[in-house]
């Protein structure tokens, strides 16, 4: 039987779609639910095995990205998420689902506390809305299930305007201490602290990241597509592979 | 009526102010502007008691690891002029509708009232106000959907 996958829309989100083609790409049965039906009550979150929050623009980013969709995961759906994470699921957060996770403070989640905002994702040194393909490397020495046997570059785009990591030192200090930092920009596009692209929570199953692995599941996704080897496996890909392998 | 304006702490970049500054001596040649300093204004017109206000604050429009708040009283600190952009009342105001639904589900029911928001910008500089009303009309206001008004700071 496969695993199912949710990959959990609200107002503004934009990317459900290529989410959750490549959920199901790499084996999982994925349904796209709007958080409203969790709320009511008509979808069940402990129905599913992994939980993908994905990118967009939920409530217009008014009073900053994603602010409303955390409080509403905070205030509305209360418990259920830390306890879908304590059940030994999987979350996934991209872009928009990121900013979700760490103002909701399920992320970093020190301690089992899933409640406590400790890290931001605030505006762009730049000061605008950055679209371009970045290069990100894996720097997690083991704890992230997402990134095992990743020892490549993934080139993917980021699509973001409020993507800066920043965290108090002693948070950024007890992050690499405790093994939570996953990605790294190769070359800081947004003025993250430590070139920050991705952290996990404390016990790996939790992972957010800025840039869009779901954007380059196929050769033809690349800027570069024309200059290199024909092939239906990008880089991306690798992500979603190994949240399936979990399962196996 | 509530009033809470909603600031960057200072170790953080402001980027809407530096961009500001930066087209108000590139495009408008206006060089005698120093510094900008950008601050979310909402006006929270509702039967809430100062608890529920804080809370509405702290939990919905500020991010805690970057900005801070003021509830009935203004950022200002060092600055020579306070320009204060809104949209017209009968424009839809999409943040401040935003900000019911997100104030409804922190208090967990109906909204007696309405919110309402506007763009706030601090200006520190020897400028006059024929130079202020310059920088409101041709930089910060759509005078077809915006009012805007300024005021001197002591």
């Not at chain 1, 008509?42 to 939920?58: C, H």
Request: proline share 3%; aromatic share 8%; charged share 25%.
């Amino acid at each position: 039987m496969k695993p199912k996958a949710i990959v959990l829309r609200t107002a503004g989100t934009n990317c459900e779609y290529e989410t959750n083609h490549v959920l199901k790409m790499v084996g999982f049965d994925a349904d796209n639910v709007h958080i409203n039906e969790l709320i009511r009550g008509d979808k069940k979150l402990l129905d599913y095995q992994m939980l993908v929050i994905p990118g967009g623009f939920s409530h217009g980013d008014y009073l900053g990205s994603a602010k409303i969709l955390a409080n509403k995961m905070t205030y509305k759906l209360g418990n259920d998420i830390p306890e879908f994470i304590e059940k030994g699921n999987l979350v996934l957060g991209i872009c928009n689902g990121f900013q979700a996770l760490v103002k909701s403070g399920i992320l970093p989640g020190f301690g089992g506390n899933y409640k406590k905002q400790e890290t931001t994702l605030t505006m762009n040194d730049s000061g605008h809305f950055q679209d371009e393909w970045i290069e990100m490397k894996n720097v997690n020495k083991g704890k992230c299930i997402f990134t095992k046997d990743i020892d490549f570059i993934i080139p993917c785009p980021i699509n973001h305007g409020e993507g800066k990591f920043v965290a108090p030192k002693e948070i950024m200090g007890k992050l690499k201490s405790n093994d939570q930092v996953v990605f790294k920009y190769v070359k800081n596009p947004n003025g993250s602290y430590e070139d920050i692209a991705g952290i996990c929570d404390e016990s790996g199953r939790v992972l957010g990241l800025m840039p869009h692995p779901e954007k380059y599941f196929t050769h033809l996704n690349s800027p570069q597509s024309t200059r290199t080897e024909i092939s239906n496996e990008a880089a991306g890909l690798a992500i979603f592979r190994n949240a399936f392998g979990y399962f196996k | 009526m509530w009033r809470i304006e909603v600031s960057l702490l200072s170790e953080f970049t402001d980027s809407v102010g530096t961009g500001t500054l930066s087209d108000i001596k590139e495009d408008l040649l206006i060089k005698s502007v120093e510094s900008v300093k950008y601050v979310d204004v909402y006006l929270i017109d509702a039967n809430l008691d100062e608890n529920s206000v804080k809370e509405i604050a702290e939990k919905l429009l500020i991010d805690p690891i970057t900005q801070e708040f003021k509830i009935n009283s203004e950022f200002s600190n060092g600055f020579n002029w306070a320009i204060e952009v809104s949209l017209h009342k009968n424009v839809t105001d999409n943040v401040g509708m935003t900000a019911e639904e997100g104030i409804r589900d922190i208090l967990g029911g109906k909204l007696d009232g309405g919110v309402r928001t506007a763009r706030k910008y601090l200006l520190k500089g020897k400028l006059d106000e024929k130079e202020v009303k310059r920088i409101c009309t041709d930089l910060l206001a759509n005078g077809i959907i915006e009012n805007y008004s300024y005021k001197k700071l002591d």
